[in-house]
């Protein structure tokens, strides 16, 4: 069974930073296998993509609403991604998701099989 958990989110100032972190866990789960992503949802709005990681960490794929603030990475070692998070806007308020998929750099929700539980992230004005 494979287990996705965040964390790292809380309330932060607009113009601060976060860092969040997503573990993954299973005997079975080849965590440099697949693409890792991270993504968001705020209050009666959909889950939006924010950014991606192939599994080599040569290839990243940004949203454009957080591209040159954000940045993802990943240790493969620990089983782990990172969302590095600078420049927070109270837009960036959310539930944030880490997301594990078998296929191609994508932005797709449907194209990640393993989700985690989210973390919550709020910007304050």
């Known amino acids: 069974q494979v287990q996705l958990v965040e964390s790292g989110g809380g309330l932060v100032q607009t113009g601060g930073s976060l860092r969040l972190s997503c573990a993954a866990s299973?005997?079975?789960?080849?965590?440099?296998?697949?693409?890792m992503g991270w993504f968001r949802q705020a209050p009666g709005k959909e889950r939006e993509f924010v950014a991606a990681?192939?599994?080599?960490?040569?290839?990243?794929y940004y949203a454009d609403s957080v591209k040159d603030r954000f940045t993802i990475s990943r240790d493969n070692a620990k089983k782990t991604v990172f969302l590095q998070m600078n420049s927070l806007k109270p837009e960036d308020t959310a539930v944030y998701y880490c997301?594990?998929?078998?296929?191609?750099?994508?932005?797709?929700?449907?194209?990640?099989?393993?989700w985690g539980q989210g973390t919550q992230v709020t910007v304050s004005s």
């Open positions: 997301a594990a998929s078998s296929s191609w750099l994508t932005k797709l929700p449907s194209s990640y099989r393993y």
């Open positions: 299973g005997r079975t789960f080849t965590f440099s296998s697949y693409v």
């Open positions: 990681i192939g599994g080599s960490s040569i290839s990243t």
